[in-house]
């Protein structure tokens, strides 16, 4: 019981598993959530885009679409923003590009996700544990957290602190990365948009 109390009480993203998931099935966006006390970095939902196998704040979405495949249209997939799919253990990329691309975590951290047409991860890297939940509360946010880790997001380049690049991490426990921030995670419902994310 003990060890129990303690794990509970060192991992914030722990409380959103104690929650009963009943979150609406199908496609969702990302974003990063963090009102903190004792700085002003605030975001209000800022998404969570696909770019070069890693996840981003305030970068643009990387989408792809092969030309000359007979039938595909790629008006359908404009890939103008990045959608999820899952949260029950696992998450994907919401795509249509056959075999579908997964999200996990790699040794160091960095939320990633498999290039098309390839289940590669290095080893060492993490696929389950995610979880999307909502407290019982009507119209209570969606948020993914995932077992026994923390989101945090790692400054890349100059800029304002509320409109810079961030890449996202989930860390294990509390630990801190040097010059990064913890953030929550909040999910809102879509629909499919890419063929599959670069
Ligand atoms: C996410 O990507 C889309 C598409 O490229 C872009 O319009 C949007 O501004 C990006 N969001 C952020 C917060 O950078
Ligand atoms: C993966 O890592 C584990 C633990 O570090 C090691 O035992 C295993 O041999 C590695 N597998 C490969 C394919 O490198």
């Known amino acids: 019981m003990r060890s129990f109390i303690v794990l509970f009480a060192s991992a914030p993203v722990a409380l959103g598993a104690?929650?009963?998931p009943r979150v609406p099935e199908g496609p969702w966006t990302a974003g990063v959530w963090r009102q903190p006390?004792?700085?002003d970095v605030f975001f209000v939902g800022d998404a969570?885009?696909?770019s070069g196998g890693k996840f981003w704040v305030h970068k643009d979405t990387s989408a792809y679409c092969p030309d000359g495949i007979e039938g595909?249209?790629?008006a359908n997939y404009p890939g103008s923003r990045t959608v999820f799919v899952g949260g029950d253990n696992t998450i994907s990329l919401s795509v249509s590009v056959p075999g579908g691309q997964q999200v996990y975590v790699a040794p160091d951290g960095a939320l990633s996700y498999t290039t098309a047409h390839s289940a590669f991860m290095?080893?060492?890297?993490?696929?389950?544990?995610?979880?999307?939940?909502?407290?019982?509360?009507?119209?209570?946010?969606i948020v993914l957290g995932?077992?026994?880790?923390?989101?945090l997001i790692c400054p890349v380049g100059e800029g304002e602190p509320r409109e810079k690049t961030y890449q996202l991490f989930a860390v294990e426990g509390g630990s801190q990365k040097e010059g990064c921030l913890f953030t929550g995670i909040r999910t809102y419902t879509s629909s499919a948009d890419a063929w599959q994310y670069a």
Do not use: E
């Open 18 to 20: 104690a929650i009963v």
């Open 37 to 39: 006390v004792d700085d």
């Open 48 to 50: 969570i885009n696909a």
């Open 72 to 74: 595909l249209d790629c």
């Open 122 to 141: 290095p080893n060492g890297s993490v696929a389950t544990g995610f979880s999307r939940s909502q407290s019982q509360a009507f119209g209570a946010p």
């Open 146 to 151: 995932m077992t026994d880790r923390s989101w």
